[in-house]
């Protein structure tokens, strides 16, 4: 078993930045993919971005490229999302994952319980 806890949500104005992080514990955390997801209200939970155990990105969703970086620290246990230039479309509750990788959910086996992000115009 894998756990997972987020942090570093809240509401910000349009054009700030945020960093979350998801503390990962349990079971060998470090050798899962991370992944970011994100669920807006009234919308399926997106792929936000993933990153292997080695540091090798697999990939940002089009809409989040040249904003938001993924990165992780094995040492600390911990995968980072730094969002700049955040918009009032970033507005979601933004979980962590573990797994497999991909862009698809079902490759991701732990998940975190979520912090909101909010993005006032």
């Known amino acids: 078993q894998v756990q997972l806890v987020e942090s570093g949500g809240g509401l910000v104005q349009a054009g700030d930045s945020l960093r979350l992080s998801c503390a990962a514990s349990?079971?060998?955390?470090?050798?899962?993919?991370m992944g970011w997801f994100r669920r807006a209200p009234g919308k399926e939970r997106e792929f936000v971005a993933a990153i292997t155990w080695t540091g090798v990105i697999t990939g940002y969703t089009d809409s989040v490229k040249g904003r938001f970086a993924i990165a992780r620290d094995n040492a600390k246990n911990t995968v980072f999302l730094q969002m700049n230039s955040l918009a009032p479309e970033d507005t979601a509750v933004y979980y962590c994952?573990?797994?497999?990788?991909?862009?698809?959910?079902?490759?991701?086996?732990?998940w975190g319980q979520g912090t909101q992000v909010t993005v006032s115009s």
């Open positions: 349990g079971r060998s955390p470090r050798t899962y993919t």
């Open positions: 994952a573990a797994g497999t990788g991909g862009r698809n959910s079902n490759g991701y086996y732990y």
